[in-house]
């Protein structure tokens, strides 16, 4: 398969990307749309016509956000529900509640680097729970809506970060490894990464398209489990120890919504399943890790650690 590349690049803006496309009739939801780059996702979608629910943990946060696109202009409907990923009878309340056909699921919600090993309820490592489990048991609990759609498309915010790890199915929730924030992190991305692969793979007939993508570095409250030295080291504060709004090499919220939104909505990307994307092109395979520079690394991609892990999502599912 040749690589993907299309006119846009780092420096576009997901209002430059989606110029012009009309998504009038269609529904959309954005986890984690209340703010970031998932807001600006949203915004996107609604300015194009796309009725967008924000699925979010803070409906008042999702309110605000809510009315914030709307009081831009947008045409597209707004609506907030309640989603935290974390709570498995959240998300079956969620699917539940959702009614008609789903053209475009973001999965855009996540937690990075949380210090300290946390679980959740059902004793899973919390990155990987929400960063990956969580979404998965969303989209296949939507896995009709989306069919009814006839032509859905499932895009999932990863990150570089996959280069930290690769999923190790031996002990994925740390019960006998040393924990470490960077690792799990990065070990919950190669997994959404990995299930976007085998999504591609298994619901093609019903004409469902997945891709994954990197959005880039954008200072979002992504960071909030980042220390000072941890912020230093990445360049996002300043001399004085001031944090950057928009550190050096990194993009506004809007630039790092593009990615999404062109996976979302644009018909330069129509058809296209199973791709791993970041600033608005495929991006490439790479032999070694880069620390966290272009690319992704073949074990993300591996067809064969795709249809374990897709097994290992539906038995701790209980699916």
Same mark, same amino acid.
């Given at each position: %398969?040749?690589?993907?590349?299309?006119?846009?690049?780092?420096?576009?803006?997901?209002?430059?990307?989606?110029?012009?496309?009309?998504?009038?009739?269609?529904?959309?939801?954005?986890?984690?749309? =209340?703010?970031?780059?998932?807001?600006?996702?949203?915004? !996107?979608?609604?300015?194009?016509?796309?009725?967008?629910?924000?699925?979010?943990?803070?409906? !008042?946060?999702? #309110?605000?956000?809510?009315?914030?696109?709307?009081?831009?202009?947008?045409?597209?409907?707004?609506?907030?529900?309640?989603?935290?990923?974390?709570?498995?009878?959240?998300?079956?309340?969620?699917?539940?509640?959702?009614?008609?056909?789903?053209?475009?699921?973001?999965?855009?919600?996540?937690? %990075?680097?949380?210090?300290?090993?946390?679980?959740?309820?059902?004793?899973?490592?919390?990155?990987?729970?929400?960063?990956?489990?969580?979404?998965?048991?969303?989209?296949?609990?939507?896995?009709?809506?989306?069919?009814? =759609?006839?032509?859905?498309?499932i895009v999932v915010v990863s990150s570089s970060a996959h280069q930290q790890s690769p999923v190790v199915?031996?002990?994925?929730?740390?019960?006998?490894?040393?924990?470490?924030?960077?690792?799990?992190?990065?070990?919950?991305?190669?997994?959404?990464?990995?299930?976007?692969?085998?999504?591609?793979?298994?619901?093609?007939?019903?004409?469902?398209? =997945?891709?994954?993508?990197?959005?880039?570095?954008?200072?979002?409250?992504?960071?909030?489990?980042?220390?000072?030295?941890?912020?230093?080291?990445?360049?996002?504060?300043?001399?004085?120890?001031?944090?950057?709004?928009?550190?050096?090499?990194?993009?506004?919220?809007?630039?790092?919504?593009?990615?999404?939104?062109?996976? =979302? !909505?644009?018909?330069?990307?129509?058809?296209?399943?199973?791709?791993?994307? #970041?600033?608005?092109?495929?991006?490439?395979?790479?032999?070694?890790?880069?620390d966290g520079r272009s690319g992704v690394l073949p074990y993300a991609l591996d067809d064969k650690d795709a249809d374990v892990l897709w097994d290992e999502t539906l038995r701790l599912l209980?699916?």
């Amino acid at each position: %398969m040749s690589r993907i590349i299309t006119p846009y690049s780092a420096q576009s803006t997901a209002a430059e990307v989606i110029d012009g496309v009309d998504l009038t009739g269609r529904r959309a939801i954005v986890t984690g749309g =209340a703010s970031g780059i998932g807001l600006e996702t949203a915004r !996107a979608l609604a300015d194009a016509g796309t009725e967008v629910t924000l699925a979010v943990r803070d409906t !008042a946060a999702g #309110e605000r956000a809510a009315a914030d696109i709307t009081a831009g202009g947008a045409p597209g409907k707004v609506r907030v529900d309640h989603l935290d990923l974390a709570d498995r009878a959240s998300i079956d309340a969620f699917v539940a509640g959702w009614t008609g056909p789903l053209h475009i699921l973001v999965n855009n919600a996540g937690i %990075m680097a949380v210090p300290e090993l946390t679980r959740t309820a059902d004793g899973w490592e919390a990155q990987f729970a929400i960063n990956h489990l969580g979404h998965a048991a969303l989209t296949l609990g939507l896995r009709d809506a989306l069919a009814a =759609a006839r032509g859905a498309r499932i895009v999932v915010v990863s990150s570089s970060a996959h280069q930290q790890s690769p999923v190790v199915f031996d002990d994925i929730h740390f019960t006998a490894r040393p924990y470490e924030a960077w690792s799990a992190y990065g070990q919950s991305k190669t997994a959404t990464i990995l299930f976007t692969v085998a999504l591609a793979k298994k619901w093609a007939a019903d004409g469902i398209t =997945a891709n994954a993508l990197h959005p880039g570095g954008i200072m979002t409250n992504l960071q909030r489990h980042l220390d000072d030295a941890q912020l230093r080291w990445v360049g996002a504060l300043d001399e004085q120890g001031n944090r950057l709004e928009v550190p050096p090499g990194w993009k506004t919220p809007q630039q790092g919504a593009a990615t999404s939104v062109l996976l =979302a !909505a644009s018909p330069e990307v129509e058809g296209v399943t199973g791709r791993y994307f #970041e600033d608005g092109n495929e991006a490439p395979v790479i032999a070694e890790r880069a620390d966290g520079r272009s690319g992704v690394l073949p074990y993300a991609l591996d067809d064969k650690d795709a249809d374990v892990l897709w097994d290992e999502t539906l038995r701790l599912l209980g699916r």
